[in-house]
């Protein structure tokens, strides 16, 4: 899969408004600055921010990420509460928020798991992955679930149809534009 194709792939949900974040791994010799640039441009255009970070000498990390939406989750007292124990300084707002996340996932020591609630994992979720270490989940798929299971099947769901769906159209030709365009008329929330 080139580089486009995997942005476009691996973002589509977020970039079709269902879901707040997406982060996914490619490896350096796969990464282009340049077409990044192209991307972030695009993206921006759509209210989304990217960031790219180093995760180890071999892969870096892409973040996509819805910001109005993102805003909301961490204005969330719950999550605000559980950020707050982890050491972030919610008053400072959504980018600094963003920001330490980035520089704890270079850091490279131990991964921050609170980025799921970025990603649109239900808190509880992330707390219970946390305290069981990713083990004795009831649902296993973008995340781990360990609390309503039928929401994140059909979420989980949803989520891979519409990347599917936007790869194609965009292997097609389709525009990023076209593609939520076409997205919005056939899957409206």
Request: glycine letters at 6%.
């Amino acid at each position: 899969m080139c580089f486009d194709q995997m942005m476009i792939q691996y973002s589509a949900p977020t970039l079709c408004d269902i879901k707040p974040g997406n982060l996914f791994s490619i490896k350096n010799v796969n990464f282009s600055n340049s077409l990044f640039r192209k991307w972030e441009n695009e993206f921006c255009s759509h209210g989304l921010s990217t960031a790219v970070v180093d995760r180890s000498q071999k892969t870096k990390l892409v973040l996509v990420y819805n910001r109005t939406w993102v805003h909301k989750i961490l204005s969330d007292k719950s999550v605000q509460s559980y950020l707050d124990g982890k050491g972030y300084k919610t008053e400072l707002g959504t980018p600094k928020i963003i920001r330490s996340l980035l520089s704890r996932i270079k850091q490279g020591t131990n991964f921050p798991h609170e980025i799921g609630v970025i990603l649109g994992y239900p808190v509880e979720d992330v707390i219970a992955f946390e305290k069981f270490q990713g083990q004795q989940c009831k649902y296993c798929g973008y995340w781990k679930s360990y609390s309503d299971v039928e929401k994140a099947r059909q979420c989980q769901c949803r989520y891979k149809c519409c990347s599917g769906m936007c790869k194609k159209m965009f292997d097609a030709g389709y525009s990023v534009h076209q593609i939520i365009e076409k997205y919005k008329v056939r899957y409206s929330r």
